[in-house]
C-alpha cells in the first residue's frame, strides 16, 4: 500500500525550491523578456535601470522569435513579457504567438494601459496563459498621481474585466509604500472585486528609480508591520480563492533577503537590448560586462560561463562578515545591486543584513525618511526624470 | 467564464485543471510538472497519474476505482489519498471542475 500513499505535501512541492535544481546552476525555469523599456506611465518607483534602452537598440522580431526558441530548447519553461510595457510593442501578439508554438507558458506584466479588448482577445487566442495587471492604488486620485497618468487606473479596473471575460486568469500586482500602504485593505477587497486569482503585495525594493525616491516612499516600521499583519489574515481568509504573495521592503529586517535566489541560481532576465542578466537591477553595478543575444554565445554560455554571471555566484567571492557566516547559502550575503548601492561594492554584505556595518546608520536613515515631509515624486522617463510639480505632492 | 474555484473535492466531483495550469512533461529535467502563473509545481508520479485521469468526465470515485484496481490495493484508502492530493492542488488555485449546467 505505501507505494501509493499520497502525502498532500510532498505530491506537488513547488520546483524551484528543490535544492538540487538550484545547485548545479541548471538553466532556470522562468525567464523574464523585458521587451522594451517605453511605458507610458512614469511609476516613481520603476524596476527599469535609470539608464533606460532606446527603442532603436530594441531587439527586432525576429530576433526575439530566435531568443524564444532557444530559451525553449533549452529547457525554460515558463517566461514572462514584460518591460517597460510590453504592449508599447506592436509585435507582442506574433511573439506571444511564437512562445506558445515552441510550448513555453507565457505571461504577460502589464500596465494596462495601452490594451484594448480586442488587442487582449488576440493575444488569448495566440496562446497567453496569464495576465498581470499592476494597481498603484485604489481609486483614481492617488493611482493616477502616483502612476503620472491621468485616466490609468479607470483603464485598468476594464481591461482587467475584459481578462477575465476572456477567461485569462488574472494577477492582480499592487505595488505598495508609504503613500499607499493605508489603502492595502481596499486593494486586497478590489483583487477579489476584479476576480483575480492572485494578489503580489509587494512592497518598493529600493533600487535605480525607487532609490532617488525613497524619501517619498519608505513606508514606517509600523505601516509594516500593519501590512504584514493585513496580508496574514487575508491569507488564512481567502485560503484556495485568492493567493497572496507578499515581497516586504528589507531596511527593517535582520536578515537579509536571498535575492534572485542566489546571483546566477535560478534566474535571468534579458534586457530590450538583449543583454543578459542576473537580475533587472544588475546594469546598475558598474564594472561588470553583460553579453547580449547579439554576442556569438548562446543564451546557455552566457549563463553558465560569462564572467558577469560568475562573478558573484556561490561563495567563493565573499568577504567578511560573509566569508564564515553561517548563513552565507541561505541568503548569500543578500542583494548585490542594494550593496553596491549603498557600500559602492557589490561584495560587500548586503546593508539590510544586521551583520553589514552599515546596516544601523540603513536602518535609521530608513525611519528617518519614514517620518520625514518629502512626498513629491522624481518621475521615471527617459530624460533622466521629471520632479513632480510641488502643488501636486 | 472560467471554472468555479474554492471547490471542496468529493468522490462525486469532476475535477479539472483549470486553463491557467498545465501539466507537462520536461524533456530537459525528465520530470512532469505544472506550469501555473509564477510556479512550477513538481507533482509526483501518482499525482501525475491522478491528473492524466482527471479529464472533466470522470468522478473523483472513477479515477480511485482505476488506480485500486491497476494497484490491487484496497479503494477506501486510495479514495482518501486522491481527495487529500486534489484538495491541496485546489487549494492552491490549480483545480477546478466541472459542474452540470442548472439552467
Request: aromatic fraction near 6%; include cysteine.
Amino acid at each position: 500500500m505505501s507505494d501509493v500513499t499520497i502525502p498532500p505535501s510532498d505530491s506537488l512541492a513547488v520546483l524551484e525550491k528543490q535544492r538540487s535544481t538550484a545547485e548545479t546552476f541548471g538553466i532556470p525555469l522562468a525567464v523574464l523578456l523585458e521587451i522594451t523599456h517605453r511605458c507610458p506611465l512614469q511609476c516613481p518607483y520603476c524596476s527599469n535601470p535609470v539608464e533606460l534602452d532606446r527603442s532603436a537598440k530594441e531587439l527586432t522580431t525576429d530576433e526575439w522569435k530566435k531568443v524564444l526558441s532557444e530559451l525553449a530548447e533549452i529547457g525554460v519553461l515558463q517566461v514572462h513579457f514584460s518591460g517597460g510595457e510590453p504592449t508599447a510593442r506592436k509585435d507582442l501578439v506574433e511573439l506571444v504567438k511564437h512562445a506558445s508554438d515552441t510550448g513555453l507558458y507565457t505571461n504577460l506584466i502589464t500596465s494596462a494601459v495601452l490594451l484594448t479588448r480586442e488587442k487582449l482577445s488576440d493575444l488569448a487566442d495566440a496562446g497567453l496563459c496569464h495576465v498581470q495587471i499592476s494597481f498603484q492604488g485604489i481609486e483614481e486620485g492617488l493611482a493616477d498621481r502616483v502612476a503620472g497618468y491621468k485616466g490609468g487606473h479607470r483603464k485598468k479596473l476594464e481591461v482587467a474585466k475584459w481578462t477575465r471575460e476572456l477567461d485569462l486568469p488574472l494577477t492582480v500586482n499592487a505595488v505598495m509604500h508609504r503613500q499607499n500602504l493605508h489603502q492595502l485593505p481596499d486593494i486586497i477587497q478590489m483583487a477579489l472585486d476584479l476576480d483575480a486569482d492572485r494578489l503580489e503585495v509587494a512592497n518598493v525594493q529600493y533600487y535605480g528609480w525607487a532609490l532617488k525616491n525613497r524619501a517619498a516612499l519608505m513606508p514606517t516600521v509600523a505601516q509594516l508591520d500593519e501590512c504584514t499583519r493585513l496580508v496574514e489574515e487575508a491569507r488564512e481568509r481567502l485560503k484556495g480563492r485568492l493567493t497572496i504573495d507578499y515581497v516586504v521592503p528589507d531596511y527593517y529586517a535582520l536578515r537579509p533577503k536571498k535575492c534572485m535566489g542566489g546571483w546566477g541560481r535560478q534566474f535571468f532576465n534579458i534586457s530590450p537590448a538583449g543583454r543578459v542578466l542576473p537580475c533587472h537591477a544588475a546594469e546598475s553595478i558598474t564594472g561588470l560586462d553583460f553579453l547580449s543575444v547579439r554576442s556569438n554565445h548562446s543564451i546557455a554560455w552566457i549563463w553558465q560561463n560569462s564572467e558577469a554571471f560568475n562573478r558573484y555566484r556561490g561563495t567563493g567571492w565573499m568577504k567578511e562578515p560573509c566569508k564564515s557566516c553561517e548563513f552565507r547559502e541561505i541568503d548569500f550575503g543578500g542583494c548585490r545591486c542594494q550593496a553596491f548601492a549603498l557600500t559602492g561594492d557589490a561584495a560587500n554584505t548586503d546593508p539590510a543584513c544586521a551583520l553589514s556595518p552599515l546596516h544601523e546608520t540603513i536602518f535609521k536613515q530608513a525611519e528617518a525618511e519614514a517620518e520625514g515631509e518629502t512626498s513629491r515624486f522624481l518621475y521615471r522617463n527617459f530624460a533622466g526624470g521629471t520632479l513632480e510639480p510641488e502643488n501636486d505632492a | 467564464m472560467a471554472g468555479p474555484r474554492n471547490i471542496s473535492v468529493s468522490e462525486a466531483s469532476r475535477p479539472v485543471l483549470p486553463r491557467h495550469a498545465k501539466l507537462r512533461y520536461d524533456e530537459t529535467r525528465k520530470v512532469w510538472v505544472i506550469l501555473a502563473p509564477e510556479r512550477v509545481l513538481a507533482p509526483d508520479e501518482i499525482a501525475v497519474e491522478v491528473l492524466q485521469l482527471c479529464n472533466g468526465e470522470r468522478n473523483v470515485g472513477d479515477v480511485a476505482d482505476q488506480l485500486a484496481a491497476k494497484y490491487a490495493a484496497p479503494r477506501e484508502a486510495i479514495l482518501a489519498d486522491v481527495i487529500a492530493m486534489l484538495q491541496d492542488l485546489a487549494d492552491k488555485g490549480f483545480l477546478t471542475e466541472i459542474r452540470e449546467k442548472t439552467s
